[in-house]
């Protein structure tokens, strides 16, 4: 692994973005706009949105930056872009961190962007500082990219790379503690809500939420960081030159 080849390849990743509004817009306005709708859909019922609106927040980037991720990478692959690429001193491990380090950068903006809307135009209320819901916002985005680079190893076709949403992502939306508390699920279902990082996820969000300090919003958090980063290093395995 290089350092230099790995923010010339993140570099190309930006570029290649510059020219693509309709991912951008994806990424930094759709999180944004499935936020109000969901404000809104609830403005009639007092403390609904304050209640789930953290959870919202940590569920709707992982979505959109998996979605990104996996096609783009995909295409890479499919157009033998990558192949071209290996050709040259760059390893799976610059392409990979350097794809996670480009579209960090878009889940920092699409943090920035989501916590402000959600706070200042939807009037989320929490009782801790804002800068921990925005981190676990881009941590939440890292996730997904590192699922999305994972999944786009294994595809053949985007549809197939979207297919991986219900093997990767609804479990988790649903066993993640969003709809029910984790604790009160039953024996079986609470286990297997232990193995999946979008449930730590939304219990930094619910502590921070709560106002809670330490390692109850770090602790979680920590176990997310450690699940994205297995996955981009069992991604830069597990990744072939070329889909044919």
């Not at 309709?22 to 209640?51: H, K, T």
């Not at 499919?78 to 380090?101: H, N």
């Not at 981190?135 to 294994?154: C, E, K």
């Not at 809670?212 to 699940?227: K, N, S, T």
């Amino acid at each position: 692994m290089n350092g230099r080849r790995t923010l010339a390849t993140a570099g190309r990743v930006l570029a290649q973005l510059r020219h693509d509004p309709r991912s951008i817009a994806l990424m930094l306005i759709a999180p944004s706009l499935l936020v109000g709708l969901f404000a809104w859909l609830f403005s009639d019922q007092e403390g609904v949105f304050d209640q789930f609106g953290g959870a919202i927040l940590a569920l709707f980037p992982f979505i959109v930056m998996f979605l990104i991720t996996s096609i783009t990478t995909l295409r890479e692959r499919r157009s033998g872009t990558l192949e071209r690429l290996m050709t040259t001193p760059l390893e799976k491990p610059d392409f990979i961190l350097g794809y996670a380090l480009a579209f960090g950068l878009m889940a920092l903006l699409q943090a920035v962007i989501t916590v402000t809307f959600a706070v200042w135009v939807c009037g989320l209320e929490v009782e801790g500082p804002l800068w921990q819901l925005g981190l676990v916002a881009v941590v939440d985005a890292l996730l997904g990219t590192a699922l999305g680079l994972l999944a786009s190893a294994f595809a053949q076709t985007e549809f197939q790379a979207v297919q991986f949403m219900p093997l990767l992502v609804f479990p988790q939306i649903i066993l993640g503690g969003l709809f029910m508390p984790r604790d009160q699920m039953p024996d079986v279902l609470h286990a297997i809500s232990d193995w999946l990082p979008l449930s730590y996820a939304i219990d930094t969000i619910n502590a921070v939420a709560a106002g809670d300090e330490g390692w109850d919003v770090f602790g979680p958090l920590l176990i997310v960081v450690a699940f994205a980063v297995g996955a981009l290093l069992l991604a830069s395995l597990t990744l072939r030159r070329r889909t044919r």
